[in-house]
C-alpha cells in the first residue's frame, strides 16, 4: 500500500497531516504525561485511605491507581489533541483542503466549521485516547516495574545500559498494545472527521458494524503499529529520560 501510494502520488503525501501531527502530539503529551505523574502521588493516597475506610484492600492497588490516573489524563488529552486530528484527518482525506499550508486549513475549517467542528469529534476521540492513554502508560509502568524486580532478582547489577534498554523495550510492548487497544477509537475518529455533516460517531459505528463486523474497526492496523508504534516508543522514553533529569526516579525503578 506504502508503495503504491508513493507510485501514484509521489512521497511527499506520506507527510500530509505532519504539522497538525507534530503540534497535536507535543501538546498532549505534555498535557497527558503531566497530569499523570501530579495524579499517581494523590490518587495513591486516596486509594489507600480508602483501603482503610472500607476495609476493602484490593482498593489498596498500584494498578489500580495507574489506570484512574491513566483515564483521567487521557480525557484531558483528548481536548488538547481534538481540532489538531480533525485537521489532519481532513488533510490526508482532501488532499486539496489547504493548498497554502495546513495553518491556513486550521483557519478554513475554523471559518466554516466553527470551534464546533473541530471538536465534533470529540466522542470518538475519547474512545481512542482514554484506552491508548491508559494502557500506554499503565503498561509501560507495569513492564518497567517487572523488568527491573526480575533484573534484580537474579542478581544483575542495574547498569546505565540496563536502565536504557529496560525502558526501550517496555515502550515498543507498551506502542504495541496501545495500538490494538486504540485502533477502534481510532477508526472512528477517521471516519466522523473525514466527513462533513451532522453524523454522530454512533452512526458510523453503526455502519462499520453492519458492511464489515467486529473486524472493521481493526482496518489498518498495520500501518498504524508502523506510526503510533514509532511515536509511542520516542514519546516513552522522553517520558523517562525527563523524569530522570527532573530528579524523578526512572520509571518502574521503585
Known amino acids: ?10 512521497i511527499q503525501t506520506l507527510l500530509s497531516g505532519l504539522g497538525p501531527t507534530t503540534w497535536g ?26 483501603a482503610t475506610v472500607t476495609s ?14 491513566g483515564c483521567m489524563s487521557g480525557v484531558a488529552a483528548s481536548f488538547m489533541l481534538c481540532p489538531m486530528e480533525a485537521l489532519r484527518i481532513r488533510l490526508v482525506s482532501e488532499p486539496d483542503f489547504a493548498p497554502e499550508g495546513w495553518v491556513h486549513g486550521f483557519l478554513r475549517m475554523l471559518k466554516y466549521e466553527g470551534v464546533g467542528g473541530l471538536w465534533k469529534g470529540m466522542n470518538a476521540m475519547m474512545l481512542k485516547q482514554v484506552p491508548y492513554t491508559i494502557t500506554k502508560n499503565v503498561s509501560f509502568d507495569f513492564i518497567t516495574t517487572t523488568a527491573y ?12 545500559n540496563m536502565k536504557l534498554l529496560i525502558p526501550l523495550v517496555s515502550a515498543f510492548a507498551a506502542s504495541v498494545l496501545s495500538t490494538i487497544t486504540s485502533q477502534p477509537g481510532d477508526m472512528l475518529l477517521s471516519a466522523v472527521n473525514a466527513h462533513e455533516g451532522d453524523r454522530t460517531v454512533w452512526d458510523f459505528s453503526r455502519d462499520i458494524r453492519e458492511t464489515e463486523g467486529i473486524k472493521g474497526y ?16 520516542v514519546q516513552l522514553m522522553i517520558y523517562d529520560i525527563v523524569k530522570r533529569l527532573v530528579g524523578i526516579a526512572a520509571t518502574g525503578s521503585t
Open 1 to 10: 500500500a506504502t508503495m503504491k501510494i508513493i507510485k501514484n502520488d509521489g
Open 218 to 233: 481493526f482496518r489498518g492496523m498495520r500501518a498504524r503499529f508502523v506510526h503510533v508504534g514509532l511515536i509511542v516508543t
Open 149 to 160: 524486580l526480575a533484573v534484580k532478582g537474579w542478581g544483575y547489577a542495574i547498569t546505565a
Open 25 to 50: 502530539y507535543l501538546f498532549e503529551g505534555a498535557v497527558k504525561f503531566g497530569i499523570y505523574e501530579v495524579l499517581k502521588p494523590a490518587v495513591r493516597q486516596l486509594l489507600i485511605w480508602l
Open 56 to 69: 476493602i484492600a484490593s482498593l489498596n492497588n498500584k494498578i489500580l491507581g495507574f489506570t484512574i490516573c
